[in-house]
C-alpha cells in the first residue's frame, strides 16, 4: 500500500514538471490566469480536479 502512495506521488511530481519544462513562458501565464481567480472559482477548480481524479482511479482500478 505505501509503496502504491510513493508511486502515486513521484508521478504527480512527474506530470505537474512537464508543463514548466516545456513551455515556461506558458506556465507562467497560466499561474498568472490561477492567481487572479477569485476563491469560489479556484475552489471549484479544486473540486472537478479531485473528482476527474477519483472518476478516473475509479475506472482504472
Same mark, same amino acid.
Given at each position: 500500500?505505501? =509503496? ?7 508521478? !504527480? ?6 508543463? #514548466?519544462?516545456?513551455? #515556461? ?7 498568472? &490566469?490561477?492567481?487572479? !481567480? =477569485? =476563491? ?8 472537478? &480536479? !479531485? ?11
Amino acid at each position: 500500500m505505501w =509503496d502504491d502512495l510513493w508511486v502515486a506521488l513521484a508521478l !504527480m511530481l512527474v506530470l505537474e514538471g512537464i508543463l #514548466p519544462f516545456v513551455n #515556461p513562458r506558458g506556465f507562467r501565464k497560466m499561474m498568472q &490566469t490561477v492567481s487572479d !481567480m =477569485d =476563491d469560489k472559482a479556484l475552489r471549484n477548480a479544486g473540486l472537478f &480536479t !479531485m473528482v476527474a481524479g477519483l472518476l478516473l482511479l475509479y475506472l482504472v482500478r
